[in-house]
């Protein structure tokens, strides 16, 4: 195409075409000390939060109080925090809480009802028992020795009647006279008679 048919071409193009209306733009301002520099136009695009709505439950009658509630949740973290030490795959706030309420017959631990807590607190329980039973807690589970020695001692006590239960049978099996001198092995041993021992 020679340059004269070109031209027209342009000149027939720029007659027809109009220019696009360019879009309002909001007023901004931006306070601060001055330092800002840009080349163009500066865009402030600004987002609402998303605000979820709070959802309050509200039992009825008949429920555990909210100091149970608390003491039910601490002991879920302490649950929590010995299954994070001592299986690979971490035990979360919702698995937890399913298991605790399934245990106690609710659907949340809002609706536990009041009947139901100590059977929510034994399950509890139970869980950590059987984790500190694992042949690795002694050396994954800090507490492991001081649990060991409080449950001899909370048996012993309460459903035996006999706080020296346990005397007889470390003096005669390993020499002992008390349950901070026994090795590891033999704590363990201690306290599987003692938990079995009617």
């Known amino acids: 195409m020679d340059e004269d048919k070109k031209s027209k071409v342009i000149a027939l193009f720029k007659q027809n075409s109009k220019p696009r209306p360019q879009p309002a733009k909001p007023a901004q301002s931006i306070v601060g000390n001055g330092n800002i520099q840009a080349g163009g136009d500066i865009h402030i695009i600004t987002e609402r939060a998303i605000t979820r ?27 929590m925090t010995l299954h994070a030490s001592l299986k690979k795959k971490p035990l979360s706030h919702a698995n937890a809480w399913s298991r605790i309420n399934r245990a106690a017959g609710a659907t949340s ?45 909370a048996r012993c006590t309460r459903q035996l009647g006999d706080p020296d239960a346990y005397k007889a049978y470390i003096k005669k099996n390993f020499d002992a006279v008390s349950l901070s001198e026994l090795a590891t092995d033999e704590l363990q041993r201690t306290y599987a008679y003692v938990m079995g021992k009617k």
């Not at 500190?132 to 507490?143: E, H, I, L, V, Y």
């Open 109 to 153: 631990y809002h609706c536990i009802k009041i009947e139901m807590f100590d059977a929510a607190v034994a399950y509890v329980r139970k869980q950590m028992a059987i984790l500190r039973g694992m042949a690795s807690a002694p050396a994954k589970d800090k507490a492991w020795r001081s649990s060991r020695i409080g449950a001899i001692k």
């Open 53 to 79: 709505p709070r959802i309050v439950v509200t039992p009825g009658d008949g429920v555990i109080s909210d100091e149970q509630k608390v003491a039910l949740a601490g002991l879920r973290d302490e649950w």
